[in-house]
């Protein structure tokens, strides 16, 4: 295997590693029985924090170090595994105190994608010029991958091994190890951005409608996803699907679609063109998120059907939209994807507070609180046509 395959499956594990580790709080939430306004409170904090520190990381990269950023960014997710062992210890504390460690914990692994993501990107979306959708493509496929384990890998652990969700680390320190040996990625520092992080944001072109319109797209796409997952176990548990569907069966079920069609469409957009692609994909949304919000299928057939389309539709947007921004601005690759990537997520994540808030206190049932959040998909659509062709070449709109 050459270096550079070496570099790219340490890559890809990582991801795999760090997705599935930093994504079972919907699901531990639920096994738990913690409250939604307080669950949705607690994402929100640790990701709008966290997240936000994304360019940092991007810029910290973009000088030689997106090695240590990808290794050292999947170590944080790893305190996630000992939430099993601590569930007991926890409900025995006071609550203030509860809530504050599972924040801490909750905040170190939304710390670690932080770092992770913008140095992964990077390393993915430069490996081919020509192919750099489906490369990126590939690399948000095996998030998804990770993601979509996570829920039943979590909970089958913490129902079978009596809670010890710990030996999960055994397989995250194993990749930790090939990829300290194997990951070698070709990283030339950017030494316009050796100036500083401050500097660096200010090569972020904020107030161009071109890079405005791109972000806020994601940003509400970011929204719709976050709120839909934070809110998942309980939407499969009302409409009366079996236990396994509740607990990461259905995640299976929807992040399948996101891991097959995403890499054969961010490579079909490099030819057909990624807006087009991107307006296609949302208008598939829209109606497949509706139709598994408001009126699912009762056999699991067509339930598996609906969240592979779902799944497929949905999670489009960020690799063909991260891919448009990295191609509008050359040379600002880690910084750009930073942005569009972490602040976009943090706006994001305010959407699992919101929508907790709908069910805990405003008694809205789940697939109506989904169904509002629902409207931020058409907001994503109309922002899309806005979105400037992705020649490259087009002067920059004020």
Not at 267 to 283: M, P, Q
């Amino acid at each position: 295997m050459s270096p550079s395959a070496k570099t790219i499956v340490s890559l890809l594990g990582l991801h795999v590693v760090i997705d599935c580790f930093s994504s079972i709080w919907p699901i531990y939430k639920h096994l738990v029985e913690i409250p939604l306004g307080e669950a949705g409170m607690i994402v929100t904090l640790a990701s709008v924090l966290t997240y936000t520190l994304q360019p940092m990381f991007g810029a910290w990269a973009d000088r030689g170090h997106a090695r240590a950023c990808v290794i050292f960014g999947t170590a944080l997710s790893f305190p996630m595994m000992l939430l099993g062992p601590l569930t007991g210890p926890l409900k025995e504390a006071p609550t203030y105190l509860m809530y504050a460690v599972l924040f801490v914990i909750v905040c170190t692994a939304r710390l670690g994608q932080a770092v992770y993501h913008p140095a992964g990107a990077m390393i993915a979306g430069e490996v081919s010029e020509r192919s750099r959708s489906g490369m990126v493509s590939l690399f948000v496929a095996f998030g998804w991958i990770g993601y979509g384990s996570s829920q039943a890998v979590f909970s089958f652990m913490y129902e079978n091994a009596n809670g010890h969700t710990e030996w999960l680390l055994v397989p995250g320190i194993v990749i930790i190890l090939f990829s300290i040996v194997n990951c070698r990625p070709v990283n030339t520092p950017n030494h316009e951005v050796r100036t500083g992080f401050v500097n660096s944001l200010r090569q972020v072109p904020w107030f161009e409608k071109r890079f405005l319109h791109l972000f806020f797209m994601l940003a509400l796409m970011s929204g719709l996803g976050q709120g839909f997952f934070f809110l998942m176990p309980e939407l499969f548990e009302s409409y009366g699907y079996p236990e396994w569907v509740v607990r990461g069966g259905g995640l299976i079920m929807f992040v399948t679609g996101s891991a097959l069609l995403i890499v054969p469409v961010g490579y079909a957009s490099d030819f057909l063109g990624r807006k087009k692609t991107l307006i296609i994909s949302l208008f598939g949304t829209i109606g497949t998120y509706y139709w598994l919000v408001l009126s699912p299928p009762e056999s699991l057939v067509g339930l598996a059907g609906v969240c592979f389309l779902t799944g497929g539709f949905m999670n489009i947007a960020n690799p063909v939209g991260v891919a448009i921004g990295q191609q509008l601005f050359p040379g600002k690759s880690s910084i750009i994807s930073g942005v569009l990537m972490g602040l976009a997520w943090s706006f994001g994540y305010l959407a699992p507070w919101m929508v907790g808030v709908l069910v805990e206190e405003k008694n809205y049932g789940v697939p109506d609180a989904l169904g509002v959040l629902g409207i931020v998909s058409v907001g994503a659509l109309v922002l899309s046509f806005f979105i400037l062709e992705d020649n490259g070449n087009a002067e920059p709109q004020q």
